[in-house]
């Protein structure tokens, strides 16, 4: 998992050491699912409000909106990052939570390049800045991002897996999760709530497709739930 933090990093040349302060003892596994499931919402609903905020074709509106877009996902990631680094996660999976916080935090210097070249268009010309170069780097901080919200979409089966009892059963099957019926219908209850039409989109947003991936593991892969009987 280190690994392919440090190759998606790499290429932007954002990697960095993951932090060795986390806490300990272990978090429940649905706590720390149940965060992934609404850093995903927060971040989808956001992305939604920017793109209706995109209409104005004035020169200062557009900028103001890149400041203003840039800033909440920046508030979004800092505080996911601060309630994923109050969990630990252990054995197989004690990467997870440090890979994504580093991916977070990578991302929120992005966006404050963002704030930093909208800043320079909206303000007085000064001699020596050159415009058009801040303006062409604007796609590629997208591209970066967009890098990065793949990256994190594709650790979702990671993020599901945490939720499977490794416990085998009498016929040496690992087929329970870890939480009861009542705590995975709620959880089901969540995705529908925060994502509901935007999972079935020709072309879902990454946040919304790795939603859709997480309900399909809870309701479709056979797991049963830990207060189901076992073999």
């Not at 992305?47 to 909106?65: D, G, I, K, L, R």
């Not at 099957?173 to 019926?181: D, F, G, R």
């Not at 705590?183 to 529908?192: G, H, M, Q, R």
Request: proline content about 5%.
């Amino acid at each position: 998992m280190r690994l392919l933090c440090c190759s998606v990093l790499l290429s932007f040349g954002l990697c960095s050491s993951f932090a060795a302060t986390a806490p300990t003892k272990e978090t429940p596994h649905l706590q720390f699912v149940q965060e992934y499931e609404r850093g995903l919402s927060s971040m989808r609903e956001i992305h939604s409000s920017c793109q209706s905020e995109m209409a104005p074709t004035e020169y200062s509106s557009v900028f103001e909106n890149a400041i203003h877009c840039s800033t909440a996902l920046q508030l979004e990631r800092r505080l996911q990052i601060r309630r994923l680094n109050q969990m630990h996660l252990g054995g197989q999976f004690k990467t997870l939570i440090p890979f994504l916080t580093s991916t977070y935090q990578s991302q929120i210097e992005l966006y404050q390049r963002l704030i930093i070249i909208s800043t320079a268009m909206l303000s007085e010309p000064k001699p020596g800045v050159d415009y058009g170069k801040l303006a062409a780097e604007v796609p590629e901080i997208q591209a970066k991002l967009e890098f990065l919200d793949k990256a994190i979409f594709e650790v979702v089966p990671l993020v599901a897996a945490t939720l499977i009892d490794p416990k085998p059963d009498s016929k040496n099957y690992v087929n329970h999760l870890l939480i009861s019926q009542a705590e995975k219908a709620s959880l089901v209850s969540d995705i529908d709530r925060d994502f509901g039409k935007w999972m079935y989109e020709k072309n879902p947003d990454y946040s919304s497709a790795a939603a859709k991936i997480l309900k399909t593991f809870l309701e479709e892969k056979g797991f049963k739930c830990s207060d189901e009987p076992w073999e």
